[in-house]
């Protein structure tokens, strides 16, 4: 584990922490010293072998607990398992989220229940498990997963957007409800990072080829994340109050015009004046 133990002490939750982000936002809290649940729903092997390596490194309280989050039940039943376990909550990161691209039209509603169960009741029940654990100890943590799909469009993806735009007012409203209250919640927003899905969804994916296509001019990794997210939980980030804290490499600052466009005004950009923009 790492030296400086920042979170020594602490008991997280991390939920989604399988396999991907959450697995390493997990891992770190572990490096900082933390007591951590990781959850899982389907990926039990990397829960367990994330466990292993978190106590191959010295971690000292860890353990790994499903749930299935399209269940309406379960966040409760996770809750009590993990605030058992750990002997309260201090730190609740909820990550867990699926996605699915399919076009608008095709939508079914039994998708369209599906990722707004696991994606935004799951988080919103688990939180309110996690807070009534809090209040009587006067202060606690909460950071959600969104998505830069909250903040820019992407075709087929208009349900997981809907999701991840939900994560961003939820964590407002119930960061301004709890603040006065010794509860901060913030958002972490990360933008593409190379995770094992991505290698099971595309069969050519290149990751530095994509790393390209960002003004940063690489992919992040789920480590990046994972450091904005330890910042968030810290005492150093005391005054940060609802809010959504976007690590895309830059690609929500990037004015991504298309060729056409760049040809309607003959590829001036940085040349003169452009009325209008």
Same mark, same amino acid.
């Given at each position: ?36 649940v ?12 994330a ?10 309280? #860890? ?23 750990l ?60 998505s ?13 957007a ?13 960061a ?16 593409? #990072? ?21 003004p ?25 109050? /609802? ?14 015009? /298309?060729?056409g ?17």
């Open positions: 584990m790492a030296a400086c133990q920042r979170m020594k002490g602490k008991r997280v939750l991390v939920t989604g922490s399988g396999t991907g982000i959450g697995k390493e936002v997990a891992l770190e809290f572990c490096r900082e010293g933390a007591d951590v990781f959850h899982y729903s389907g990926s039990r092997a990397g829960a367990q072998a466990v292993e390596q978190a106590q191959s490194g010295g971690a000292a309280k #860890v353990t790994a607990l499903q749930a299935d989050f399209r269940q309406p039940d379960a966040p409760a039943q996770l809750a009590a398992q993990a605030f058992d376990f002997g309260g909550i201090d730190i609740l990161v909820n990550n867990a989220s699926i996605t699915m691209n399919v076009p608008f039209e095709k939508v079914t509603s039994q998708q369209f229940d599906t990722l707004f169960a696991v994606n935004i009741r799951a988080m919103y029940f688990l939180a309110q498990a996690a807070v009534r654990a809090m209040l009587p100890q006067g202060s606690g943590v909460i950071v959600n997963t969104s830069i799909h909250a903040v820019e469009a992407y075709p087929e993806h208009t349900v997981y809907a999701t991840k735009g939900a994560i961003n007012a939820f964590t407002r409203g119930l301004i409800e709890l603040a006065p209250r010794g509860i901060r919640v913030n958002a972490v927003v990360p933008g593409s #990072v190379e995770v094992e899905a991505y290698y099971k969804i595309f069969d050519k994916f290149d990751p530095v080829a994509a790393g390209k296509g960002i940063v001019g690489f992919i992040g990794q789920p480590i990046d994340i994972a450091k904005a997210v330890l910042f968030l939980a810290s005492d150093d980030a005391r005054y940060i109050i /609802g809010q959504a804290l976007i690590v895309d490499g830059g690609t929500t600052s990037w004015m991504p015009f /298309g060729d466009f760049l040809q309607s005004i003959g590829g001036q950009f940085g040349r003169g004046y452009v009325p209008g923009l």
